[in-house]
């Protein structure tokens, strides 16, 4: 009873409960909504105490990419996958194989990828049971590392965010603040440094700070400045949950635009704050879908060029996000959260929509949107 009131409550469709004694896997995949198409989403894999929290953090997620892929256009739904055990010490070949044979008898429903605590190679294990799997190594024809599309569409979307707050897109003179310099950062300051922008950056990692500073000109600050430097755009690039009211306060940028997932503490309040104050908010699931669409990319054949042709799209998604805010008067967070769910509400109506057909041919071809 439990669980159906957890599935309702959160409007999700399915949830597989699965146990294998001969391997030891047990694990959980959500799936939420596959108006638009088949479920996609990562496999978590963490010492989860309770069955109860892998659900939540199961639930919230897959409903994250829903949002996420409908905003960005893709003909995706949201799931995901938990096998609850030690990345550290639980990981074997029969385990990732036997997680493979309950996501082929998904069908298509839901396709998996790696996420916190598994890898390429579990999923290259994973792929000897089912197709169902993205994000696999270019080697083997996948899309490998995303970054380099994730950070190609946050500074799309950081020009669409100074255009929308300053009347022009470009960045020259611009000062950015960056948190974090890992993966997405390192691709994101070469487009900066090319437009002219003056970045002031941190990282906790002292050797990839020194990464940065190697390639392009960037002042170096403590992480606990970040907050607090004088700069017209703040770019999260590290890890969520950073701003809340107390720091929006003290705030004195004109826009925050960056890759983090889930930057907003107390999401509806905090962007009603940022409204209030006039910091243009780029709501994280929007500026960040370079990910998604890369490992949408992969679903028909990866061409690097052509993912980033469609990471370019998130210039007009987040125009399109801020005008309709504007006009309705409301945070930039509940704009994008609107206008997802109207794409997804219009959809419903389409007589060709995603049956749960078990083959991927003819049907990715419509995943992602066509320029
Ligand atoms: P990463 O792990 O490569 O880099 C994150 C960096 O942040 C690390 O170098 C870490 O040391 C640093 N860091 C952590 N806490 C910090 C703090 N308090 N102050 C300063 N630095 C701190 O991660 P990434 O792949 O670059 O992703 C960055 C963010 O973007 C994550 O939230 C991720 O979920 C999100 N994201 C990434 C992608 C992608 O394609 N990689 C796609 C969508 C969203």
Known sequence: ????????????????????????????????????????????????????????????????????????????????????GDPKTDKNELLFRTFGKYVESLGGRYITAEDVGTDVKDMELVRMETKYVAGISKALGGSGDPSPVTAYGVFVGIKAMVKKQWGSDTLRGKKIAIQGAGNVARYLVEHLAHEGVEIIITDKNEDKLKRIVSSVKAHVVKPEEIYSVEADIFTPCALGGIINSEMIEKMNFGIIAGATNNQLENPEINAELLKKKNILYAPDFVINAGGLINVANELEGYRQDRALRQAETIYDTLCNVIDYSRKEDISTLAAANELAEKRIKQMRGMKNIYKGESSFSGRFGEIVRKR
């Open 1 to 84: 009873m439990f669980q159906f009131e957890m599935l309702e409550e959160n409007n999700h469709e399915q949830m597989v409960i699965f146990s294998d004694k001969h391997s030891g896997l047990r694990g959980i995949i959500t799936i939420h909504d596959t108006t638009l198409g088949p479920a996609i989403g990562g496999t978590r894999m963490l010492p989860y105490s309770s069955i109860q929290s892998a659900l939540k953090d199961g639930l919230q997620i897959s409903s994250a990419i829903t949002y996420k892929a409908a905003i960005s256009g893709l003909n995706l739904g949201g799931g995901n996958a938990i096998i609850i």
